[in-house]
């Protein structure tokens, strides 16, 4: 890992670990965890005070992770159906 402070550990954290990893079924673990942890704070990213920034860092990391492994991007925050599933702290 390096030195930087995260803003977002919750997910950048992992993420990091991901590009470090070089074992490909492990890699593929952590991308599928990175997913999901990108997902639900997408879903509730833009109830926090920080809402804008962190989309933003969101859509960096998206827009990074191997596209390989990517089926569909996050849901539209409109999509109801997907709130409830996603506790935002």
Known sequence: MSDIELKYPEWQAPLQDLFLESD????HE??????????????????????????QAINDAWSVLPSHSRITPPPPLEREEWRPQILCR
């Open 24 to 27: 490909h079924e492990k890699r």
């Open 30 to 55: 952590k991308i599928q965890k990175v997913e999901t942890l990108i997902f639900e704070r997408f879903s509730c990213s833009a109830k926090g005070n920080d809402g804008h920034s962190e989309l």
